[in-house]
């Protein structure tokens, strides 16, 4: 199912094709630098594809296979998916995140992905806020956040990792997306 399009970029389930790029991505070490850390192993990228990104979508909010539909390449994972804190489900809230695999990275994708999804959220979804992390050294996605109109609200200082955390409430937002 094809949740959502832009000019330059397709949105829907992840699909057994998929597997190969995805596996590809988990297992670069620029990628996963701030995104967990190490590069996953074959293995352990391919039960987390199969396990997390395989299965439906439910409620429209998860992180959808990312199509460069020029190519009709896979190039990453974005969407948003239900806010969770200390208590459960923030109800009307939700996290944007995208992902792109590194020969895709300053090309614009990830502003024109994520503006698709602000939109998608407030006027598909009826979300009230959207919020996202970044982990600290990451300057280009919170360059990204911040054309995208996120402002941070809190700095998060760990031993191993640390993050800044940005939210967007919802208001009239740049729309060229269109959703299915």
């Known amino acids: 199912m094809i949740v959502l399009e832009t000019d330059r970029l397709l949105f829907r389930d992840h699909q057994l094709d998929d597997l190969e790029p995805f596996c590809a991505?988990?297992?670069d070490a620029e990628f996963r630098r701030f995104v967990g850390g190490?590069?996953?192993?074959?293995?352990?990228?391919?039960?987390?594809?199969?396990?997390?990104?395989?299965?439906?979508?439910?409620?429209?909010?998860?992180?959808?296979?990312?199509?460069?539909?020029?190519?009709?390449?896979?190039?990453?994972y974005c969407g948003v998916y239900p806010h969770i804190g200390a208590a459960g489900l923030i109800p009307e809230?939700?996290?944007?995140?995208?992902?792109?695999?590194?020969p895709y990275w300053r090309l614009g994708l990830a502003t024109?992905?994520?503006?698709?999804?602000?939109?998608?959220a407030f006027w598909e979804l009826k979300l009230s806020r959207l919020v996202a992390s970044v982990e600290i050294g990451n300057d280009a996605?919170?360059?990204?956040?911040?054309?995208?109109?996120?402002?941070?609200?809190?700095?998060?200082?760990?031993?191993?990792?640390?993050?800044?955390?940005?939210?967007?409430?919802?208001?009239?937002?740049?729309?060229?997306?269109?959703?299915?």
Do not use: C
């Open 25 to 27: 991505m988990e297992a």
């Open 38 to 76: 190490q590069p996953r192993t074959r293995f352990a990228a391919e039960e987390k594809f199969r396990r997390v990104y395989l299965p439906a979508i439910q409620h429209r909010m998860g992180l959808w296979a990312t199509i460069l539909k020029q190519e009709s390449r896979y190039i990453g």
């Open 93 to 102: 809230e939700g996290v944007l995140a995208f992902y792109l695999a590194r």
């Open 112 to 120: 024109e992905g994520g503006l698709a999804f602000i939109a998608f």
């Open 141 to 180: 996605s919170m360059r990204v956040l911040t054309k995208l109109g996120f402002t941070q609200f809190d700095f998060e200082q760990g031993q191993r990792r640390s993050f800044h955390h940005f939210e967007l409430n919802n208001r009239a937002a740049p729309h060229r997306a269109r959703a299915f």
